[in-house]
């Protein structure tokens, strides 16, 4: 596949892919006789990770650490699990503050709902006890 196919394969642009492979986010592509990028389903597979994994919120370095694991072969499995589980353990925390924002933002909804059909803004019931703030 070219990288234009690539690009629109995944949604991301040629200059994305380009960073991907400068920054070792993905091993170097291997190219045709006039120079062009040539994905195989190798390539792919690599490209699909890094969009996964930047989605998931990793670093290029630990991308980068984890495909450089990789590719040293099965005796880095400890490693590459030690990465992954740091990275879940931070999104876990992540989505939790994300929660607590939404219980949030949610409350002040049903409030200004409310006050929509009375015409009387209140803050009862009680917001919820991770903030007093209006």
Do not use: H
Not at 9 to 18: H, M
Not at 73 to 93: I, N, S, V, Y
Not at 114 to 126: D, F, H, N, Q, S
């Amino acid at each position: 596949m070219t990288i234009k196919e690539v690009s629109e394969k995944y949604g991301i642009t040629q200059d994305t892919l380009r960073f991907y492979e400068r920054s070792g986010l993905i091993p170097p592509v291997k190219r045709t006789a006039g120079g062009i990028r040539d994905y195989g389903p190798e390539d792919l597979s690599w490209v699909e990770l890094a969009v996964c994994m930047r989605s998931a919120g990793l670093t290029v370095e630990a991308i980068s650490e984890y495909v450089r694991l990789s590719r040293l072969g099965d005796e880095t499995f400890p490693a590459r699990l030690q990465l992954l589980t740091k990275q879940r353990e931070a999104l876990l925390e992540q989505k939790k503050r994300i929660e607590a924002t939404l219980d949030r933002l949610n409350y002040k909804i049903a409030r200004y709902e409310v006050a929509v059909e009375t015409g009387k803004l209140t803050w009862e019931p009680e917001e919820p006890p991770q903030s007093q703030n209006k």
